[in-house]
């Protein structure tokens, strides 16, 4: 018995926080439901007045009437002042007290209608608002439920009195109908327990979808934080091992054309692979940067998917036969409208890591067509991807078979930035794989972007010129920068003026009579919170009648600062730049 009545206690008097929580809850939508219950007692009770009216004592009727109108007055001003400040789950429990008060008080005025109304004169009548009273309990099991407390004290005094009332006529029936109506309130007890039971594991489960959700969004904050922290990370570290790649390479394109001796010249040659190499891990990086600060614009055009493959093919032909297995490319007539030159990186990205995993067989590419799409796709007899990992080859910096991290290898971007790119193309990625056997990483092209046309032929390419009786402008605050770079143009017959920022470089043409560069070539980020756009600006205004030519030279890779870069309109370059390609866009420059 007392564990029972613990138990009763427990329910009503939550301890524990979750069930205080809980609760709190159910008696929220309790009062939640209190209009529809205030119109329903209202209208009834006005009803039930009406017609008792000149069957009992006018002043029991009116008395009754008035005792229902003062006390749903009162608990409306208790249920207003209820939804007009927020309560702590304490103070809602308490709350649960005080609409328990009023339910009690609700029943006590329908019990007592059964003790004012009864006469034996009128039993028929009586039997209507026995009916009234008996839908009443169950219509009210719905919404009381939430509190079983509050039904419980509800309903006990609005039936009790009523089934005393039959069991004392003295008729057999009568008696039996009282005994059936006390059976009926059990059994609303047990009703309202279920009812109870299946609302609080609502709320249980709206709570625990509630705190996954919370949980997911901390989760998601952490893994962005990270991701923010990771990103700048690698654009400091990118940035501060661009400047002196960069300067290497301007030093070592200046020395290869002043070494005339053949074993010399390997040497050179070797020490430019070398750092050919690492750039390449670092445009891997600016890749992801780039992806990721949405500055890479899709430039479509149409072209001949089989002129990408010659192009592909001549590229990685020895790399293939270097690992002694065959490379295949099908032929194929179709033309696509897209942008060549990510179509192309997709491409060699996923060419690359078929020959990087495949040590014997060979490798297919090519193309088909796969329910009015395209499926353009590489096939290779590789290491092949166990089905559970296949997602994860998509993250960044993820390798499969290199716990060592051996940097031939690669990074483990390479899918990263395939994934990033098919993504900006609108493309969708798929990919079969068998451990052991091999693997297919495709991209399914949509039939819209099928075409028949074949791209226009390229023009040859111009051999590289000398820039004679040209001056070219350096602003960079790395002096080994300016150095190499000034020995690097000077090769190519430049006059070169070099500054480390805006200023120097105003005060330095002053000094040569406002002698006009034919071209500036700027770092973005110089000293004092200078940017490369804010030097070229400062030159430009010295020169208001003429437009100059200015090239951004940056070896940042975080998003937002390439975005900066971005919004000055320059063309933008990233170290560490070869001597050739820097030779190219200064030719085109100064053509155009």
Same mark, same amino acid.
């Given at each position: 018995m007392r564990k029972y009545l613990n138990k009763i206690l427990q329910k009503i008097i939550p301890t524990s926080s979750d069930e205080i929580k809980i609760q709190a809850e159910l008696i929220n939508n309790l009062y939640g439901q209190w209009r529809g219950i205030l119109i329903g007692v209202i209208?009834?009770?006005?009803? #039930?007045?009406?017609?008792f009216n000149n069957k009992v004592a006018d002043e029991r009727v009116f008395t009754w009437l008035f005792a229902v109108y003062v006390l749903f007055f009162f608990r409306h001003l208790s249920v207003a002042r209820f939804k007009k400040h927020k309560h702590t789950a304490e103070q809602t429990i308490k709350w649960g007290w005080v609409f328990a008060f009023f339910a009690f008080l609700s029943g006590v005025i329908w019990g007592v209608a059964s003790v004012l109304f009864f006469t034996a004169e009128n039993i028929q009548l009586y039997n209507v608002l026995t009916l009234i009273i008996i839908v009443m309990s169950v219509g009210s099991l719905a919404g009381l439920s939430a509190y079983p407390f509050a039904y419980y004290v509800f309903v006990v005094p609005a039936m009790l009195p009523m089934a005393w009332q039959y069991m004392n006529i003295d008729d057999q029936n009568y008696h039996i109908f009282g005994v059936l109506l006390m059976v009926f309130l059990f059994a609303l007890f047990s009703f309202s327990r279920v009812n109870y039971k299946m609302l609080r594991q609502s709320v249980e489960l709206r709570f625990k979808n509630t705190d996954l959700i919370e949980q997911l969004t901390e989760q998601k %904050?952490? +893994? %962005?934080? +990270?991701? @923010? *922290?990771k990103t700048k990370f690698l654009a400091a570290a990118s940035h501060d091992l661009r400047q002196p790649l960069h300067a290497i390479g301007l030093f070592l394109g200046a020395l290869i054309e002043? !070494?005339?001796?053949?074993?010399?010249?390997?040497i050179v040659e070797k020490i430019q692979k070398s750092s050919n190499a690492l750039n390449d891990l670092l445009d891997s990086l600016l890749d992801v940067s780039k992806l990721d600060a949405g500055v890479i614009k899709v430039d479509s055009q149409i072209f001949s998917i089989n002129d990408l493959f010659d192009s592909l093919k001549n590229e990685f032909e020895s790399c293939a036969v270097e690992k002694n297995i065959r490379l295949k490319f099908v032929k194929t007539q179709l033309c696509v409208n897209t942008d060549l030159r990510i179509l192309d990186r997709i491409i060699r990205n996923l060419i690359s890591n078929?020959?990087?995993?495949? =040590?014997?067989?060979? !490798?297919? @590419? &090519?193309? /088909?067509? !796969?329910?009015?799409?395209?499926?353009?796709?590489?096939?290779?007899? &590789?290491?092949?991807i166990e089905k559970n990992k296949i997602e994860k080859v998509f993250q960044e910096f993820y390798q499969l078979?290199?716990?060592? /991290?051996?940097?031939s290898k690669g990074l483990g971007l390479g899918l990263a930035i395939v994934k990033r790119m098919t993504d900006l193309l609108d493309f969708s990625l798929s990919v079969i794989s068998k451990p052991n056997q091999g693997s297919m990483f495709g991209i399914v092209i949509p039939e819209k972007l099928i075409s028949k046309q074949p791209r226009s032929p390229e023009e040859p390419a111009v051999a590289p010129v000398f820039f004679d009786n040209k001056t070219i402008l350096i602003i960079d605050d790395e002096e080994e920068v300016r150095e190499s770079l000034t020995q690097l143009l000077l090769s190519w017959h430049c006059s070169v003026i070099a500054a480390a920022s805006g200023d120097e470089a105003v005060n330095v043409l002053k000094q040569k *009579?406002?002698?006009?560069?034919?071209? #500036?070539? *700027?770092?973005?980020?110089? =000293?004092?919170?200078?940017?490369?756009?804010? +030097?070229?600006?400062?030159?430009?205004?010295?020169?208001?009648?003429?437009? #100059?030519p200015a090239l951004i030279i940056t070896g940042d890779t975080a998003?937002?600062? $390439?975005? %900066?870069?971005?919004? &000055? &309109?320059? %063309? $933008? $370059?990233?170290k560490p730049v070869s001597p050739n390609t820097l030779r190219s866009v200064i030719e085109e420059m100064l053509n155009n």
């Open positions: 209208t009834t009770s006005t009803g #039930i007045a009406f017609l %904050e952490v +893994a %962005e934080k +990270a991701n @923010i *922290a002043k !070494v005339e001796r053949r074993d010399q010249k390997n078929a020959i990087r995993y495949t =040590r014997n067989g060979g !490798v297919v @590419i &090519g193309c /088909r067509r !796969v329910n009015e799409q395209i499926l353009l796709a590489v096939y290779d007899t &590789g290491l092949g078979n290199n716990p060592e /991290r051996d940097r *009579a406002q002698l006009m560069p034919d071209m #500036i070539l *700027a770092d973005y980020r110089l =000293r004092n919170n200078e940017t490369g756009n804010d +030097a070229i600006v400062k030159v430009q205004l010295m020169f208001p009648d003429n437009v #100059i998003p937002d600062k $390439i975005k %900066e870069a971005n919004t &000055g &309109g320059y %063309e $933008i $370059i990233h």
